[in-house]
């Protein structure tokens, strides 16, 4: 019986102090809960190349080319429990120039930065996201003949909505698909009024921490 209670006894003992390896484990378990916890400050950064189509009512409209090549960059970030992330970018696009009936060379040229939130969908490799806000965005129509060359520009002001999906390659890069449009733009270029709204779709690029 002795023999039996002095073994129940060391058991009991040697239980109570941790191997150095379990040790270290517990700790590192425990400072991964920690950091777990830790609301963490989430960025994305993208950059597009696309088209971007200039819908009806544009004046990018007859004699314009009405599809152009674009350029998007973006950047995105918040706090990892916030509901919806700050968005901020710019974009451009311009065409090269083009003759029509008459014997003029059309340039058209569009700039845009744009501000407002984004709101993704699962924490996933594959990530769906959508998105407003407004943008503050400029166009500019050059003319050219064999005796002159005219420049006319416009700034305007308008809301945007925008939707794509993101695929993590890695821990840091990512590649994705994003469509967006603006639309509600009023301007007036050459006496001529109209808008600058328009639909852009794209592939991009870009990295995340």
């Known amino acids: 019986?002795?023999?039996?209670?002095?073994?129940?006894?060391?058991?009991v003992f040697g239980l109570s102090f941790q191997s150095p390896v379990y040790a270290q484990e517990a700790e590192?378990?425990?400072?991964f809960v920690e950091i777990e916890g830790i609301d963490y400050w989430v960025l994305n950064m993208n950059?597009?190349?696309?088209?971007k189509a200039f819908t009806s009512g544009s004046l990018w409209g007859d004699g314009h080319a009405k599809v152009t090549q674009a350029w998007d960059i973006s950047i995105d970030m918040g706090r990892d429990s916030w509901p919806l992330r700050l968005l901020f970018g710019a974009t451009r696009s311009a065409s090269k120039k083009r003759v029509v009936v008459g014997g003029t060379n059309y340039r058209t040229e569009v700039s845009e930065v744009y501000a407002g939130?984004?709101?993704?969908?699962g924490k996933r490799a594959l990530r769906l996201y959508f998105g407003a806000g407004?943008?503050?965005?400029?166009?500019?129509?050059e003319t050219e003949t064999t005796t002159s060359k005219t420049r006319y520009s416009e700034t305007a002001l308008g809301p945007f909505v925008n939707g794509g999906m993101l695929i993590d390659m890695s821990d840091t890069y990512h590649i994705g698909v994003d469509v967006r449009q603006i639309y509600g733009t009023k301007v007036t270029i050459d006496g001529k009024e109209g808008s600058l709204d328009y639909l852009q779709a794209g592939l991009l690029i870009?990295?995340?921490w």
Do not use: D, P, T
């Open 117 to 121: 939130v984004r709101k993704y969908l």
């Open 28 to 31: 590192e378990l425990e400072e």
């Open 47 to 51: 950059l597009l190349s696309g088209n």
């Open 1 to 11: 019986m002795k023999k039996y209670l002095l073994l129940l006894l060391l058991a």
């Open 134 to 141: 407004v943008a503050g965005i400029g166009g500019l129509i």
């Open 206 to 208: 870009g990295v995340h």
